[in-house]
């Protein structure tokens, strides 16, 4: 049976205070295993559905009014949860035209079935003058693709779990914040914190937060600078596997690691790796470096890109396929992330890169879509399905990194690589899933190393 064509309303068809409603109900398939997972101290203690359903579901409610249009620009904002079972209505109401540009600015709202509002934001368009047809289509394909989603991280969770916990010092956890993160990597079985810090601090944190600090070792420190140092010196000690950052700032605790007598340098340049689990793409995806490297050399991106080939090698990927970004394609002289992604795929052909398919320069559209890739003739063994994407620069990794988190709904662990234990960075922001996946990851990476007698890099 042929489905349905939709048509859509020319821009002249158009008038403001036009309006359109769809109602859509939830189904239980479109949750994803790791939405079940709470602790007792979750704000939502329920099953939810993931928001960007919501927002796939405004974006429907938009075609009647408006209808063949070109996406400008969406605005977001999730006001409760949606769960299995409620039926949202969604109204997009044209609330602006432009004639010049044929703009349409569409307000978008969602409510539940309690009359409750789930989602509101505003939409920007092009649309049409001519009248044109198109099938309906029942899910955007990456919508469709975000609903089929299976946690990625489950798998890297439960391998850690199957040894006994690592020590790992917990620098200056002076905050409620820290101070349960360090309880929840406890109570999952990952690690064995150790609390390095003012020890006045530290048990003023714990009671504001609620959490007993029996079992719990305290190394005590008179001040945050100096809590990096011990942790430091425990780490080269060996009497911690572990770094993990409390309530200090990133700088000062790499300034410990990085400084010429700290013992925990290597010959490789140190960097940090965003693990992302993204709905819409099928596998792990590595995103490098965004925290840590400002402008990288060629010679450093050389070693930021082993450190992630590294970190896969021993989650069970034998040779990821990199990645290594630009804006374009083609090698630019103009453009210098061109050069040096040209020069560091010659450098992995001679040897200089060891373990990885790399490839460079890959827009990051031809980088993760084989459709994309094919399109624009790009014969890769990367092009569609990049382990690793190599940004040129913090600034372009950063961007990148929250475009995934805040747009496509992507969960991200983070480690510092290149010293010789692995550092968990954690953010107040981080979800207990993401804290999770991440002591996972840096448990993994120290028992493998160590299993094969190596120093982490």
């Known amino acids: ?92 109401s044209v609330i602006e035209k432009r004639t010049d540009k044929q703009i349409v600015v569409l307000d978008t709202r969602c409510m539940n079935q309690r009359g409750e509002e789930v989602l509101s934001g505003l939409a920007t368009v092009i649309t049409r003058f001519e009248r044109v047809e198109w099938p309906h289509a029942v899910l955007p394909s990456l919508i469709a693709a975000a609903a089929q989603h299976q946690d990625q991280f489950d798998t890297i969770v439960a391998d850690a779990k199957r040894s006994p916990p690592l020590k790992v010092a917990v620098i200056h956890p002076c905050s409620p914040e820290t101070i349960r993160a360090a309880a929840e990597i406890r109570d999952e079985g990952l690690l064995d914190p150790v609390l390095v810090g003012p020890e006045a601090k530290i048990r003023a944190a714990a009671a504001e937060a609620g959490v007993a600090l029996d079992g719990f070792e305290i190394v005590c420190a008179e001040h945050s600078h100096a809590a990096a140092e011990l942790g430091v010196g425990l780490a080269v000690a060996g009497k911690v596997a572990i770094l993990m950052k409390g309530s200090l700032h990133s700088d000062e605790l790499m300034g410990a690691v990085v400084a010429p007598s700290s013992g925990l340098r290597t010959e490789r340049r140190i960097s940090h790796a965003y693990v992302m689990d993204v709905p819409a793409y099928p596998k792990l995806l590595v995103v490098t470096d965004a925290a840590i490297n400002i402008a990288p050399t060629l010679e450093q991106k050389r070693d930021i890109c082993q450190n992630a080939v590294d ?39 001679r040897g200089q890169i060891t373990g990885a398919r790399v490839d460079g320069p890959l827009a990051f559209d031809n980088a993760i879509s084989l459709d994309a890739a094919r399109t624009k003739g790009i014969v890769s063994p990367v092009a569609g399905q990049a382990d690793i994407l190599l940004v040129p620069d913090l600034e372009a990794g950063n961007m990148l990194a929250k475009q995934l988190l805040y747009f496509a709904g992507a969960d991200a662990a983070g480690l510092v690589l290149g010293a010789r234990v692995p550092i968990i960075l954690t953010s107040r922001s981080d979800s207990l899933k993401v804290r999770i996946a991440s002591a996972a990851l840096a448990k993994l990476m120290a028992a493998r190393r160590s299993a094969q007698g190596l120093p982490c890099q």
């Not at 990199?322 to 040096?340: I, R, S």
């Open 1 to 92: 049976m042929n489905s349905p064509l939709l048509t859509n309303r020319t821009f002249d068809e158009i008038a403001v205070g036009d309006s359109a409603i769809v109602e859509r109900t939830v189904e239980s398939d479109v949750t994803s295993e790791g939405d079940h997972a709470f602790s007792a101290r979750d704000f939502v203690r329920e099953v939810i559905a993931r928001a960007i359903w919501s927002a796939a579901s405004a974006a429907d409610g938009g075609r009647p009014p408006a209808g063949a249009t070109i996406y400008l620009g969406q605005e977001l904002k999730f006001h409760k949860p949606v769960a299995p079972g409620d039926t949202i209505t969604a109204t997009v």
């Open 311 to 349: 970190l896969l090698h021993l989650l069970g990927n034998l040779e990821p396929r990199v990645a290594v970004l630009a804006a374009v394609e083609t090698v630019n002289g103009k453009m210098p992330a061109t050069l040096d992604a040209a020069a560091l795929t010659v450098m992995a052909a």
